[in-house]
Protein backbone atom coordinates (compact mmCIF):
# COMPACT_ATOMS: atom_id res chain seq x y z
CA UNK A 1 0.00 0.00 0.00
CA UNK A 2 1.45 3.30 -0.74
CA UNK A 3 1.87 6.04 1.49
CA UNK A 4 -0.14 8.95 0.62
CA UNK A 5 1.15 12.94 0.55
CA UNK A 6 -0.23 15.76 1.04
CA UNK A 7 0.06 19.41 -0.40
CA UNK A 8 -1.55 21.73 1.53
CA UNK A 9 -2.77 24.99 -0.33
CA UNK A 10 -5.58 27.22 0.67
CA UNK A 11 -6.40 27.55 -2.62
CA UNK A 12 -4.33 27.04 -6.38
CA UNK A 13 -3.03 30.41 -8.17
CA UNK A 14 0.07 31.25 -10.34
CA UNK A 15 3.17 30.91 -8.35
CA UNK A 16 6.41 29.36 -8.38
CA UNK A 17 5.36 26.90 -5.39
CA UNK A 18 2.57 25.98 -7.24
CA UNK A 19 4.81 24.83 -10.45
CA UNK A 20 7.37 22.86 -8.28
CA UNK A 21 3.95 21.00 -6.84
CA UNK A 22 3.09 19.67 -9.91
CA UNK A 23 6.73 19.03 -10.89
CA UNK A 24 6.93 16.64 -7.87
CA UNK A 25 3.94 15.14 -8.12
CA UNK A 26 4.70 14.11 -11.88
CA UNK A 27 8.39 13.22 -10.49
CA UNK A 28 7.09 10.84 -8.49
CA UNK A 29 4.39 8.85 -10.40
CA UNK A 30 6.31 5.54 -10.80
CA UNK A 31 7.57 5.96 -7.10
CA UNK A 32 6.11 2.58 -5.58
CA UNK A 33 6.30 3.60 -2.11
CA UNK A 34 4.48 7.17 -2.21
CA UNK A 35 1.14 8.76 -3.97
CA UNK A 36 1.28 12.30 -4.36
CA UNK A 37 -2.04 14.63 -4.20
CA UNK A 38 -2.76 18.47 -3.66
CA UNK A 39 -4.84 19.09 -0.53
CA UNK A 40 -7.02 22.20 -0.85
CA UNK A 41 -7.61 23.43 2.85
CA UNK A 42 -9.46 26.71 2.44
CA UNK A 43 -12.32 26.57 -0.31
CA UNK A 44 -14.95 24.26 -1.25
CA UNK A 45 -14.80 21.41 -3.61
CA UNK A 46 -14.93 22.86 -7.26
CA UNK A 47 -13.57 22.18 -10.06
CA UNK A 48 -9.77 22.85 -10.74
CA UNK A 49 -8.95 23.03 -14.50
CA UNK A 50 -5.47 23.80 -14.34
CA UNK A 51 -4.93 20.55 -12.15
CA UNK A 52 -7.61 18.57 -14.30
CA UNK A 53 -5.32 19.18 -17.52
CA UNK A 54 -2.41 18.21 -16.02
CA UNK A 55 -4.05 15.32 -14.06
CA UNK A 56 -2.76 15.93 -11.26
CA UNK A 57 -5.19 14.71 -7.99
CA UNK A 58 -6.52 17.05 -5.49
CA UNK A 59 -9.49 16.77 -2.96
CA UNK A 60 -10.72 19.26 -0.33
CA UNK A 61 -11.46 19.71 3.53
CA UNK A 62 -14.54 19.37 4.04
CA UNK A 63 -15.81 22.50 6.49
CA UNK A 64 -19.46 23.25 7.60
CA UNK A 65 -20.02 26.80 6.20
CA UNK A 66 -18.78 29.62 7.18
CA UNK A 67 -15.61 28.39 7.09
CA UNK A 68 -13.60 29.51 10.13
CA UNK A 69 -10.35 28.48 11.36
CA UNK A 70 -11.31 26.26 13.92
CA UNK A 71 -13.32 24.23 11.83
CA UNK A 72 -10.50 24.44 9.45
CA UNK A 73 -7.80 23.20 12.01
CA UNK A 74 -10.25 20.13 13.18
CA UNK A 75 -11.02 18.88 9.65
CA UNK A 76 -7.15 19.01 8.53
CA UNK A 77 -6.86 16.80 11.90
CA UNK A 78 -9.46 14.94 10.86
CA UNK A 79 -8.71 14.07 7.52
CA UNK A 80 -5.28 13.76 8.31
CA UNK A 81 -5.57 10.72 10.68
CA UNK A 82 -7.79 9.45 8.45
CA UNK A 83 -5.31 8.61 6.00
CA UNK A 84 -2.69 7.95 8.46
CA UNK A 85 0.36 6.79 7.61
CA UNK A 86 0.53 9.48 5.53
CA UNK A 87 2.77 12.53 5.28
CA UNK A 88 1.40 16.50 5.36
CA UNK A 89 3.88 18.82 3.38
CA UNK A 90 2.70 22.98 4.72
CA UNK A 91 3.84 25.06 2.03
CA UNK A 92 2.88 28.62 2.37
CA UNK A 93 -0.22 27.53 4.48
CA UNK A 94 0.59 29.40 7.30
CA UNK A 95 -3.12 29.74 8.52
CA UNK A 96 -3.96 25.69 8.14
CA UNK A 97 -0.27 24.31 8.87
CA UNK A 98 -0.23 26.24 12.41
CA UNK A 99 -2.57 22.87 13.43
CA UNK A 100 0.23 20.27 13.04
CA UNK A 101 1.37 19.97 16.72
CA UNK A 102 -2.29 18.36 17.10
CA UNK A 103 -1.44 15.54 14.75
CA UNK A 104 -0.52 11.91 16.17
CA UNK A 105 3.14 10.45 15.07
CA UNK A 106 1.19 8.55 12.42
CA UNK A 107 1.19 11.82 10.24
CA UNK A 108 4.38 12.98 9.66
CA UNK A 109 5.15 16.04 8.83
CA UNK A 110 7.61 17.97 6.36
CA UNK A 111 7.85 22.00 6.28
CA UNK A 112 8.69 23.25 2.83
CA UNK A 113 11.03 26.54 3.49
CA UNK A 114 10.40 28.29 -0.38
CA UNK A 115 11.57 31.60 0.14
CA UNK A 116 13.65 33.62 2.65
CA UNK A 117 10.86 35.95 3.17
CA UNK A 118 10.14 36.61 7.28
CA UNK A 119 6.72 34.62 7.11
CA UNK A 120 9.06 30.86 6.31
CA UNK A 121 10.93 31.93 9.60
CA UNK A 122 8.27 33.20 11.22
CA UNK A 123 6.64 29.79 10.62
CA UNK A 124 9.27 27.53 11.33
CA UNK A 125 9.65 29.26 14.81
CA UNK A 126 6.10 28.71 16.07
CA UNK A 127 5.83 24.73 14.61
CA UNK A 128 9.46 23.53 13.76
CA UNK A 129 9.64 21.05 16.61
CA UNK A 130 6.61 19.65 15.83
CA UNK A 131 8.20 18.68 11.85
CA UNK A 132 9.53 16.23 11.44
CA UNK A 133 11.32 17.41 8.36
CA UNK A 134 12.40 20.82 7.35
CA UNK A 135 13.56 21.21 3.68
CA UNK A 136 15.21 24.20 2.44
CA UNK A 137 15.64 25.22 -1.53
CA UNK A 138 18.54 27.17 -1.56
CA UNK A 139 22.08 27.24 0.41
CA UNK A 140 20.79 30.48 2.00
CA UNK A 141 17.77 29.37 3.43
CA UNK A 142 19.80 26.21 4.57
CA UNK A 143 22.44 28.34 6.50
CA UNK A 144 19.72 30.47 7.56
CA UNK A 145 17.56 27.31 9.43
CA UNK A 146 20.58 26.00 10.84
CA UNK A 147 21.81 29.23 12.68
CA UNK A 148 18.44 30.59 13.80
CA UNK A 149 17.31 26.45 14.73
CA UNK A 150 19.95 24.94 16.12
CA UNK A 151 18.23 22.48 17.68
CA UNK A 152 16.40 21.37 14.59
CA UNK A 153 19.45 20.75 12.35
CA UNK A 154 19.44 17.08 12.14
CA UNK A 155 15.74 17.51 10.63
CA UNK A 156 17.02 19.74 7.61
CA UNK A 157 17.07 18.43 4.13
CA UNK A 158 18.80 20.82 1.10
CA UNK A 159 17.00 20.01 -2.01
CA UNK A 160 16.98 22.83 -4.68
CA UNK A 161 13.72 22.35 -7.07
CA UNK A 162 13.73 20.30 -10.36
CA UNK A 163 12.21 21.55 -13.79
CA UNK A 164 11.68 19.55 -17.16
CA UNK A 165 14.86 20.03 -19.41
CA UNK A 166 13.92 20.99 -22.91
CA UNK A 167 15.96 18.72 -24.92
CA UNK A 168 18.72 20.09 -27.04
CA UNK A 169 18.25 22.92 -29.70
CA UNK A 170 20.98 24.25 -32.23
CA UNK A 171 22.96 27.07 -31.71
CA UNK A 172 20.75 30.76 -31.15
CA UNK A 173 22.46 34.01 -31.65
CA UNK A 174 22.07 37.48 -30.18
CA UNK A 175 20.74 38.93 -33.67
CA UNK A 176 17.66 40.60 -34.83
CA UNK A 177 14.95 42.42 -32.74
CA UNK A 178 16.22 42.31 -29.01
CA UNK A 179 13.60 40.23 -26.94
CA UNK A 180 13.18 40.02 -23.40
CA UNK A 181 10.86 38.02 -21.44
CA UNK A 182 9.32 38.45 -17.52
CA UNK A 183 7.16 34.92 -17.12
CA UNK A 184 6.12 35.19 -13.04
CA UNK A 185 3.44 36.75 -11.03
CA UNK A 186 2.09 40.65 -11.60
CA UNK A 187 2.99 41.99 -8.13
CA UNK A 188 4.87 44.70 -6.86
CA UNK A 189 4.89 43.45 -3.22
CA UNK A 190 8.34 40.67 -3.73
CA UNK A 191 8.36 40.71 -7.33
CA UNK A 192 8.75 44.72 -7.94
CA UNK A 193 7.03 44.55 -11.45
CA UNK A 194 7.13 48.40 -11.63
CA UNK A 195 10.87 48.22 -12.40
CA UNK A 196 9.84 46.67 -15.63
CA UNK A 197 8.74 49.98 -17.38
CA UNK A 198 12.22 51.54 -16.62
CA UNK A 199 14.20 49.09 -17.81
CA UNK A 200 12.37 48.59 -21.09
CA UNK A 201 12.46 52.40 -21.04
CA UNK A 202 16.15 52.98 -20.02
CA UNK A 203 17.04 50.67 -22.98
CA UNK A 204 15.41 52.48 -25.64
CA UNK A 205 17.03 55.65 -24.05
CA UNK A 206 20.57 54.08 -24.88
CA UNK A 207 19.37 53.40 -28.59
CA UNK A 208 18.40 49.76 -28.17
CA UNK A 209 15.32 48.51 -30.02
CA UNK A 210 13.88 45.84 -27.31
CA UNK A 211 10.52 43.86 -26.81
CA UNK A 212 9.05 42.59 -23.87
CA UNK A 213 7.03 39.85 -23.13
CA UNK A 214 4.63 39.64 -20.21
CA UNK A 215 3.24 36.55 -19.08
CA UNK A 216 1.64 36.21 -15.89
CA UNK A 217 -1.35 37.35 -13.59
CA UNK A 218 -1.91 39.14 -10.18
CA UNK A 219 -3.19 42.01 -8.27
CA UNK A 220 -1.36 44.67 -9.66
CA UNK A 221 -1.92 43.95 -13.62
CA UNK A 222 -4.00 46.98 -14.42
CA UNK A 223 -1.40 49.28 -12.79
CA UNK A 224 1.48 47.76 -14.28
CA UNK A 225 0.09 47.70 -18.08
CA UNK A 226 -0.38 51.93 -16.97
CA UNK A 227 2.91 52.24 -15.88
CA UNK A 228 4.07 50.76 -19.47
CA UNK A 229 1.92 53.59 -20.38
CA UNK A 230 3.12 56.23 -18.55
CA UNK A 231 6.97 55.06 -19.28
CA UNK A 232 6.08 55.31 -23.41
CA UNK A 233 6.43 51.95 -23.72
CA UNK A 234 3.56 50.28 -24.00
CA UNK A 235 4.01 49.81 -27.43
CA UNK A 236 6.81 47.74 -27.28
CA UNK A 237 5.25 45.28 -24.51
CA UNK A 238 3.10 42.28 -25.09
CA UNK A 239 0.97 41.31 -22.00
CA UNK A 240 -0.08 37.74 -22.63
CA UNK A 241 -1.33 37.06 -18.70
CA UNK A 242 -1.60 33.60 -17.02
CA UNK A 243 -0.65 31.24 -19.73
CA UNK A 244 0.46 26.73 -19.31
CA UNK A 245 3.94 25.69 -18.67
CA UNK A 246 4.35 24.68 -22.35
CA UNK A 247 3.85 28.10 -23.77
CA UNK A 248 6.10 30.07 -20.81
CA UNK A 249 9.03 27.21 -22.29
CA UNK A 250 7.89 28.49 -25.59
CA UNK A 251 8.25 32.77 -24.73
CA UNK A 252 11.89 31.61 -23.09
CA UNK A 253 12.88 29.63 -26.34
CA UNK A 254 11.82 32.66 -28.50
CA UNK A 255 13.51 35.50 -26.03
CA UNK A 256 17.07 36.49 -25.71
CA UNK A 257 17.14 37.47 -22.12
CA UNK A 258 14.97 36.47 -18.82
CA UNK A 259 14.18 39.69 -16.32
CA UNK A 260 13.59 38.78 -12.53
CA UNK A 261 13.55 42.17 -10.03
CA UNK A 262 12.43 40.54 -7.14
CA UNK A 263 13.12 41.86 -3.56
CA UNK A 264 13.53 38.27 -2.03
CA UNK A 265 13.24 34.65 -3.17
CA UNK A 266 13.63 30.69 -2.34
CA UNK A 267 14.97 29.41 -5.81
CA UNK A 268 13.07 31.38 -8.63
CA UNK A 269 12.15 28.52 -10.97
CA UNK A 270 10.83 30.91 -13.52
CA UNK A 271 14.55 31.79 -13.38
CA UNK A 272 15.74 27.49 -13.98
CA UNK A 273 13.26 27.83 -16.90
CA UNK A 274 14.30 30.91 -18.80
CA UNK A 275 18.20 29.69 -18.23
CA UNK A 276 16.96 25.42 -19.33
CA UNK A 277 15.66 27.27 -22.51
CA UNK A 278 19.10 29.34 -23.35
CA UNK A 279 17.52 32.75 -22.33
CA UNK A 280 20.58 34.77 -20.79
CA UNK A 281 18.76 35.82 -17.17
CA UNK A 282 19.51 39.45 -16.13
CA UNK A 283 18.54 39.47 -12.03
CA UNK A 284 19.09 41.90 -9.19
CA UNK A 285 21.18 39.96 -6.97
CA UNK A 286 19.16 38.80 -3.94
CA UNK A 287 20.50 37.04 -0.74
CA UNK A 288 18.78 33.91 -1.81
CA UNK A 289 19.00 31.40 -4.77
CA UNK A 290 20.35 33.17 -7.91
CA UNK A 291 23.85 33.51 -6.51
CA UNK A 292 24.10 29.50 -6.29
CA UNK A 293 22.32 29.32 -9.53
CA UNK A 294 24.67 32.02 -11.63
CA UNK A 295 27.98 30.67 -10.78
CA UNK A 296 31.08 30.99 -12.73
CA UNK A 297 30.79 33.02 -16.28
CA UNK A 298 26.89 33.39 -15.39
CA UNK A 299 27.92 35.78 -12.48
CA UNK A 300 27.51 38.23 -14.40
CA UNK A 301 24.00 38.37 -14.94
CA UNK A 302 23.83 39.94 -11.86
CA UNK A 303 22.94 43.48 -11.19
CA UNK A 304 22.84 45.63 -7.81
CA UNK A 305 19.10 45.35 -6.45
CA UNK A 306 16.74 47.74 -6.99
CA UNK A 307 18.51 49.15 -9.95
CA UNK A 308 16.60 49.19 -13.08
CA UNK A 309 18.77 51.37 -15.15
CA UNK A 310 22.07 49.29 -14.35
CA UNK A 311 19.94 46.11 -15.93
CA UNK A 312 19.09 47.71 -18.91
CA UNK A 313 22.75 48.59 -19.48
CA UNK A 314 24.18 44.62 -18.42
CA UNK A 315 21.97 43.51 -21.00
CA UNK A 316 22.91 46.36 -23.29
CA UNK A 317 26.75 45.57 -23.30
CA UNK A 318 25.49 41.86 -23.11
CA UNK A 319 23.84 42.19 -26.75
CA UNK A 320 26.27 44.06 -28.50
CA UNK A 321 28.54 41.18 -27.74
CA UNK A 322 27.38 38.25 -29.82
CA UNK A 323 30.44 36.05 -28.37
CA UNK A 324 29.64 36.72 -24.84
CA UNK A 325 25.49 36.51 -25.11
CA UNK A 326 26.17 33.02 -26.48
CA UNK A 327 28.55 31.89 -24.16
CA UNK A 328 25.88 32.85 -21.61
CA UNK A 329 23.24 30.94 -23.56
CA UNK A 330 25.15 27.88 -23.28
CA UNK A 331 26.22 28.25 -19.68
CA UNK A 332 23.21 28.96 -18.78
CA UNK A 333 21.55 25.93 -20.27
CA UNK A 334 24.78 24.00 -18.79
CA UNK A 335 23.90 25.33 -14.82
CA UNK A 336 20.09 24.27 -15.52
CA UNK A 337 21.09 20.94 -16.30
CA UNK A 338 23.00 20.82 -13.21
CA UNK A 339 21.17 21.95 -11.08
CA UNK A 340 17.07 21.63 -11.62
CA UNK A 341 17.42 17.72 -12.44
CA UNK A 342 13.76 16.24 -11.95
CA UNK A 343 15.41 12.70 -11.29
CA UNK A 344 17.65 14.46 -8.78
CA UNK A 345 14.96 16.41 -6.84
CA UNK A 346 12.78 13.28 -7.17
CA UNK A 347 15.37 11.01 -5.40
CA UNK A 348 16.14 13.74 -2.46
CA UNK A 349 12.51 13.66 -1.55
CA UNK A 350 12.53 10.44 -1.55
CA UNK A 351 14.72 9.95 0.36
CA UNK A 352 13.68 12.63 2.54
CA UNK A 353 10.33 10.82 3.37
CA UNK A 354 11.50 7.67 3.98
CA UNK A 355 13.76 9.51 6.76
CA UNK A 356 11.26 11.32 8.58
CA UNK A 357 9.11 7.85 8.26
CA UNK A 358 11.74 6.24 9.97
CA UNK A 359 11.60 8.28 13.16
CA UNK A 360 9.34 9.80 15.43
CA UNK A 361 9.12 13.30 17.44
CA UNK A 362 6.60 14.27 20.29
CA UNK A 363 3.88 17.04 19.25
CA UNK A 364 3.15 19.91 21.55
CA UNK A 365 -0.57 19.42 21.42
CA UNK A 366 -0.79 22.67 20.96
CA UNK A 367 -2.58 25.43 17.66
CA UNK A 368 0.73 27.62 17.13
CA UNK A 369 -1.33 30.58 15.68
CA UNK A 370 0.63 33.04 13.00
CA UNK A 371 0.34 36.91 13.95
CA UNK A 372 -2.02 37.66 11.50
CA UNK A 373 -5.09 35.89 13.09
CA UNK A 374 -4.19 36.15 17.10
CA UNK A 375 -7.12 37.69 19.06
CA UNK A 376 -4.89 41.04 19.65
CA UNK A 377 -4.51 41.49 16.33
CA UNK A 378 -7.86 40.93 15.05
CA UNK A 379 -9.28 43.23 17.29
CA UNK A 380 -6.57 45.79 16.52
CA UNK A 381 -7.75 45.34 12.79
CA UNK A 382 -11.60 45.21 13.51
CA UNK A 383 -11.34 48.32 15.59
CA UNK A 384 -8.82 50.60 12.99
CA UNK A 385 -11.47 49.65 10.07
CA UNK A 386 -14.35 50.46 12.79
CA UNK A 387 -12.80 54.10 12.94
CA UNK A 388 -11.92 54.36 9.70
CA UNK A 389 -15.06 53.66 7.71
Same mark, same amino acid.
Given at each position: MKIPIFHSYAKWYLSGVNTWTVNLIRSLEREERFNSKVLFTGISRCHQPELDQQEIPYDFLEVAQPRKRRSEWKALKAYLESKAPCIYITNFDFHRSCAVGT????????????????????????????????? $???DYIAEQLNERFPSLKNRVFKIPYGIPIPSEEGGRSASGLLKLAYCNRLI??????????????????????????? $?????? $????????????? $??????????SNERVTQIFSESHFSLLTSDFEGLPISLLESMAAGCVPCVYKIKSGVREALTGLLDQCMVGHAEPATMARRIAAIWNNQEQWTALSEASRKRAREMASLENMANAYQSAFNQILSKEIPRSAKIHRPDDIKLPRRIKRRLFSFFHK
Open positions: LSPKVRVLAVVHSDEERYFDEIKRIGENCDGLV $AVSQYQKRVFDLPKVVRELNNIGIDAELTV $AGDGQD $AKELQKRFQDAGV $ADRVSMVGRV
